[in-house]
């Protein structure tokens, strides 16, 4: 019977297949064959019998209800794999795991996996980061109210604010790549790191088996790969994460009934927003990814924690790591992917974009008269007040801003109303927001 949501609710079929069962014993089977390559190649075992075991080493052949039944009876997860695979290898079966301990097996597996998985984070990212680029090249000119402490500053355009949107995800794509070589490392270092089970071909069989596996191999290990890699994994699809919470809550902002500037695509036909307000209309796909991106971040604490253990090793890490790794890399694969979706159908209303920043009476252009004034001779500290008390007025007694700003016979003269008008305009106060977003837009497609 399924508990876990990742298992009937949340996550894509593509991620969760690196982390599924037969996945993991794969990477395990596909360790313990590289092995018996490498120590072919050192000339430790037979090449016959490296072959054989490379040629059995498949989970079509290697059962996982076999293994399971095993590891029922022995309790070790990994003698379990070793005689499960031996016992399909004939006499070749002695060589199996020879030098071997079970997190030589276990820690390589899994950079195989991360391996795996951080390929598709990257093209995740990349992909949310080109729809929200084409989203800024479409609306780079669109001026919106640009909003600090919830409350009206100055106009933006909601094309910059899509390039900046883009721009995270461009980092957190490369921040992905970088992390790579230092995430997917393996090792065969034996029981506490020093490789002795191989004696003087220690090191030559750990690369041998490291270039079989197209992955380097950890610098100086204990029985374990240092867990500060994984962390690390972890707190980027954490950083991650954010970002996707980020965007999320400024969709599900903007999409206020009393905002109105963007809305997630709603099929009206079937889609219902309520079981009794049947004129909802929720950014449900947004939420979404909120709560979710929330779950990721909480696995940050026990990831740390894992870095730590006694000696050389202990096995308070193992349990947690079963937990973290594959729900961190699905939950933030399925959020960026959903992100994308949400963005790609966005419905944009740059109607109501610039009714709302005529709500404001023209106020949010005060520094745009401010900024003016000083370019005319007015200092800038006088013209910081001259703005400030023609605002005041405004709201106070209910005028609008450009009246309020006529009534100062000082701002008048340095800005009679045709050239006010001007300076009121908010398209000819997004200054350079258009070359940012050309600049943005030469990222697409890397």
Request: proline share 4%; glycine share 8%; hydrophobic share 45%.
């Amino acid at each position: 019977m399924p508990v876990c949501p990742l298992e009937f609710r949340y996550g894509r079929e593509e991620m969760k297949r690196i982390f599924s069962e037969e996945a993991k014993l794969q990477a395990m089977l596909d360790v313990e064959a590289g092995l018996a390559r490498a120590l072919a190649k050192a000339g430790r075992i037979p090449a016959p019998a490296a072959k054989t075991i490379s040629a059995k080493a498949k989970t079509g052949i290697v059962k996982v209800e076999r293994v399971s039944a095993i590891e029922r009876e022995i309790s070790h997860d990994i003698m379990a794999v070793v005689r499960g695979l031996s016992e399909q290898c004939g006499g070749a079966g002695g060589y199996v795991h020879l030098g071997a301990t079970s997190n030589d097996i276990i820690d390589t597996a899994t950079a195989l996996q991360l391996k795996a998985a951080m390929k598709i984070l990257i093209k995740d990212c990349k992909g949310l980061r080109d729809t929200l680029l084409a989203l800024a090249a479409k609306h780079k000119r669109t001026p919106m109210v640009g909003r600090t402490h919830g409350q009206f500053a100055v106009p933006v355009t909601f094309g910059l604010k899509m390039a900046v949107f883009a721009m995270e995800m461009d980092r957190h794509a490369e921040r992905l790549s970088e992390a790579e070589p230092r995430v997917c490392v393996g090792k065969l270092a034996g029981a506490v790191g020093t490789g002795a089970a191989l004696g003087k071909d220690a090191l030559k069989v750990q690369d041998l088996l490291m270039k079989e596996l197209c992955l380097r191999p950890e610098e100086a290990a204990t029985q374990l790969v240092g867990r500060d890699r994984y962390a690390e994994f972890v707190m980027l699809c954490a950083n991650i994460s954010a970002s996707i919470e980020r965007f999320g809550t400024e969709v599900r902002n903007l999409q206020r009934s009393e905002i109105g500037e963007v809305a997630e695509a709603f099929n009206a036909k079937k889609q219902v927003g309520s079981s009794t307000m049947a004129h909802k209309r929720n950014p449900i796909t947004s939420e979404n990814v909120c709560g979710l991106a929330r779950v990721v971040r909480g696995f940050v604490s026990p990831a740390l924690e894992n870095i730590v253990s006694w000696h050389e090793r202990d096995l308070t890490n193992s349990s947690a790591e079963r937990f973290i790794l594959p729900h961190v890399a699905i939950l933030t694969d399925d959020i960026v992917v959903k992100m994308d979706k949400v963005f790609k159908g966005l419905e944009v209303f740059p109607e109501k974009m610039r009714a709302n920043i005529e709500s404001a009476g023209g106020l949010m252009m005060a520094e745009s008269v401010m900024i003016t004034l000083a370019s005319k001779g007015m200092g800038r500290q006088d013209a910081h007040e001259a703005t400030r008390q023609a605002a005041m007025l405004a709201v106070d007694k209910g005028v609008p801003y450009r009246e309020a700003l006529l009534r100062n016979p000082k701002i008048k003269k340095l800005l009679p109303p045709k050239e006010l008008d001007r300076v009121l305009d908010p398209l000819s106060y997004i200054g350079s927001a258009e070359e940012i977003v050309d600049r943005a837009l030469k990222c697409k497609g890397k």
